[in-house]
């Protein structure tokens, strides 16, 4: 089991240019969530999908877009980046299981990009 | 408006003694706590958890103690150990729905020999 993967793991955008980031989860969850972390700050979340085919807004979504086309897959876009979004994205999955009251998500190993 | 506050940056324990981590909340719909550890150039590991119908919960080294008249939640890691210096992140979260997260701003705790 690999987990929660993400690619890339480094990337450098000028202003204006547009990328996607990639998350995949091998667990068979249901939910998904992109957060970005910045210096001395904690994690926010940008956008989350509780199932394949929807997705939601979170905290700081303005910016960026995103997509669940497979269950298996979130993808993070940026369509014209902009140096405030110089940050480390990271991605998490989860299954909420109800039965033993456990709601943990557990986290890829991050995306750090630098916009100049 | 921080709804997840730890307010101590960072934290120095000598190596075998209890090291505590503080962390307080203002939303009173939050049900669920979570502590993850982080080490650099990684993703947040997840190490326990507690719902807000229990008051203690213990794992191990690890125990996460809940207060909720105080909005105040803590972990204790007994004893401590150099492999726990890390960064440690308290986050809160709402049981029904999608259980988003919101994180508190972490503390990094060093362990000394």
């Known amino acids: 089991n690999a987990g929660v993967t993400q690619t890339p793991k480094f990337r450098v955008l000028k202003t204006g240019q547009s990328m996607t980031l990639l998350c995949a989860q091998d667990m068979n969850h249901e939910y998904m969530y992109w957060y970005r972390q910045d210096p001395g700050m904690g994690l926010r979340l940008i956008h989350y999908?509780?199932?394949?085919?929807?997705?939601a807004k979170g905290e700081v979504p303005d910016g960026y877009n995103v997509s669940r086309l497979k269950k298996q897959n979130f993808l993070l876009g940026l369509e014209s980046a902009a140096p405030s979004q110089t940050s480390v994205y990271f991605c998490?999955?989860?299954?909420?299981?109800?039965?033993?009251?456990?709601?943990?998500?557990?986290f890829g190993p991050g995306t750090r990009l630098t916009v100049t | 408006d921080q709804q997840v506050k730890q307010n101590s940056p960072s934290l120095s324990v000598q190596e075998g003694r209890i090291s505590i981590l503080n962390c307080d909340y203002t939303n009173s719909m939050f049900d669920y706590f979570l502590w993850y550890k982080k080490y650099p150039a990684e993703g947040p590991t997840f190490l326990i958890s507690i719902s807000s119908i229990k008051d203690k919960n213990e794992d191990g080294r690890f125990t996460v103690f809940l207060n909720k008249s105080a909005k105040h939640l803590s972990l204790h890691i007994v004893p401590s150990q150099p492999g726990d210096s890390a960064v440690y992140f308290c986050a809160a979260s709402v049981i029904r729905g999608a259980q988003k997260l919101v994180f508190g701003q972490g503390t990094r705790l060093t362990i000394n020999p």
């Open positions: 998490a999955s989860s299954y909420p299981n109800i039965r033993q009251g456990r709601y943990e998500q557990y």
């Open positions: 999908s509780v199932g394949e085919g929807t997705t």
